[in-house]
Structures are given as structure tokens and as C-alpha cells.
């Protein structure tokens, strides 16, 4: 192994349903992350429905597997945090431990992100009709291998700086 995070997921997608307790296992496990003042400025949208799976791959450029996953979450942090400059950051060390968790129940899943991208955010929300006081995050279809190794090793050694 070549670089100090190995998270490449080996399953390949397969059109039969996530159960129920693995999700809830994934979301506890993102649930889990420390957050500033343990505020947690999270919430979880797990989506089922093929039209909504559908809307959620037209608003996601690189996320066109999300029209055909058995399952998909979508992330969302608080508008109004308390702490609104660590609002990513929270929801980043989240999605982190749901990534983990979702690989360790052999669910595969790849994390395709919306923010900063506030055209993408925006379509998200209305995919899934997001209240209005929470952003669309990530999303996060099940079953696929994750990004090539080359884009889930983002903190290969060249990148450490040694001072």
C-alpha cells in the first residue's frame, strides 16, 4: 500500500435493495463524528424512490450512477449553525465515517460532493424537497467502487511537507 489512507471500495453495484439495518449502522457511524461544540450540524436524507434517485443524478454531474443505485443518502448541515464557519468541516469528518462504515458493511458508495457548489446544492434541495433552513452536502449513492485510487488517495505522501 502506497499512501497512508487505503479507502478504495472493491464491490461493484448489484440492483437488489440495501437493507434497512445497514443504513441505520452507516448513519450512526456518521452521527458518531466529533463536531465543534458537539453540535452536530447534520441531518441525513436516505433516498429510495427511482424518480427522486433520477432527479438526484441530473443535479449531480459525475453522479449518474446515483439514477440507478438501490440507495442513496443526502447529506445536509444547518443553515444557521452555531458555529458557521465549521459547518463543511463537521459535515466533511461525517461524511468521512459514513464512507467508512459504508464500505466496512460491503455497501460500497461514492461521495459526490455539492458544496460549495451552490447551483448543485440548489438542485439537490429541490430534488428532494430539503426544508429551507438545511444545505444539500454530498450525496451518496450505495453500490458503486469508489473514485479511482488516484482521487480517493488524496493525502499521498507527495503531498506531505516535511519542515
Same mark, same amino acid.
Given at each position: ?67 440507478? $443505485?438501490? %440507495?442513496?443518502?443526502?447529506?445536509? &448541515?444547518?443553515? !444557521?449553525?452555531?458555529?458557521? @464557519? ?49 444545505? $444539500?452536502? %454530498?450525496?451518496?449513492?450505495?453500490? &458503486?467502487?469508489? !473514485?479511482?485510487?488516484?482521487? @480517493? ?11
Amino acid at each position: 500500500m502506497n499512501s497512508i489512507f487505503h479507502r478504495v471500495s472493491v464491490r461493484r453495484y448489484q440492483d437488489r435493495p440495501v437493507e434497512k439495518e445497514k443504513i441505520i449502522a452507516v448513519l450512526k457511524a456518521a452521527m458518531q463524528a466529533p463536531s465543534a461544540m458537539n453540535q452536530q450540524p447534520w441531518e441525513f436524507f436516505v433516498v429510495t424512490d427511482r424518480e427522486t434517485l433520477r432527479k438526484l443524478a441530473d443535479a449531480c454531474p459525475y453522479g449518474k450512477m446515483t439514477a440507478t $443505485a438501490p %440507495a442513496a443518502i443526502v447529506a445536509a &448541515y444547518r443553515e !444557521e449553525p452555531l458555529l458557521p @464557519q465549521y459547518a463543511h468541516i463537521d459535515m466533511s469528518i461525517a461524511m468521512e465515517n459514513l464512507w467508512l462504515e459504508a464500505d466496512a458493511q460491503g455497501l460500497g458508495g461514492v461521495w459526490i460532493g455539492t458544496a460549495p457548489h451552490e447551483d448543485r446544492m440548489r438542485a439537490v434541495e429541490m430534488a428532494i424537497a430539503m426544508p429551507s433552513h438545511l444545505r $444539500a452536502f %454530498a450525496v451518496f449513492p450505495f453500490g &458503486y467502487p469508489a !473514485e479511482s485510487r488516484a482521487q @480517493q488517495d488524496r493525502f499521498d505522501e507527495s503531498r506531505i511537507h516535511w519542515l
